[in-house]
Nanobody, 122 residues
Framework: QLQACGGGLVQAGGSLRLSCADSRRTFSNNAVGWFRQPPGKDREIVATINWNGGSTTYSDSVKGRFTISRDRSKNTVYLQMDSLKPEDTAVYYC?????????????????WGHGTQVTVSS
């Protein structure tokens, strides 16, 4: 089961690192994405990474502050979040894509993990 963890409460300007792992199946050859859903808003894409970590994408709102990475040997993808802002408050989800290339098309993501809450106080 895909599981995102590492969320919590942090002050503005702080950092958190989210992890996404699956103990039952490997996704080492698949692209993975991080998404978030702020309160009362639609789910939005945050960052994506291709199968070997050589290609990444970021939304404009997090570019320069968040870093997506992966450790294929651990079947884990990370989202390092620095310089957090109150507007980053959301439930964060990871999802595995059907293919190996990083993609911003939500429909390409075939299975989703449970989310983890990130709350940034001002």
């Amino acid at each position: 089961q895909l599981q995102a963890c590492g969320g919590g409460l942090v002050q503005a300007g702080g950092s958190l690192r989210l992890s996404c792992a699956d103990s039952r199946r490997t996704f080492s050859n698949n692209a993975v994405g991080w998404f978030r859903q702020p309160p009362g808003k639609d789910r939005e894409i945050v960052a994506t990474i291709n199968w070997n970590g050589g290609s990444t994408t970021y939304s404009d709102s997090v570019k320069g502050r968040f870093t997506i990475s992966r450790d294929r040997s651990k079947n884990t993808v990370y989202l390092q979040m620095d310089s957090l802002k109150p507007e980053d408050t959301a439930v964060y989800y990871c999802a595995v894509a059907r293919g190996s290339s990083a993609t911003t098309h939500i429909a390409s993501y075939i299975y989703w993990g449970h989310g983890t809450q990130v709350t940034v106080s001002s």
